[in-house]
């Protein structure tokens, strides 16, 4: 029987690189010296960390989407 291999970064590491790098999988993976994939691999495996990742990409949205309606002058009101 294999032996599992121990996991090099506890959840929470994993975490705080997304939140340095704003939910981008590739920026953490540099961060953190590791393959984009181990980061997708942390977010299948632990919900918390998918669940760190998709409140930093609704963040990240919100920002350039309000961004953007102030550059253009759309009200917010028009967009419902």
Do not use: S, W
């Amino acid at each position: 029987m294999a032996k599992r291999q121990q996991e090099r970064y506890k959840p929470e590491q994993v975490i705080e690189a997304l939140r340095k790098c704003c939910g981008i999988p590739a920026r953490a993976a540099t961060m953190l010296d590791c393959d984009r994939q181990t980061v997708l691999n942390y977010c299948k495996k632990y919900p918390k960390v998918q669940a760190a990742r998709t409140a930093l990409d609704a963040g990240y949205v919100a920002v350039i989407l309000d961004r953007f309606l102030r550059h253009t002058g759309i009200k917010p009101e028009l967009l419902t």
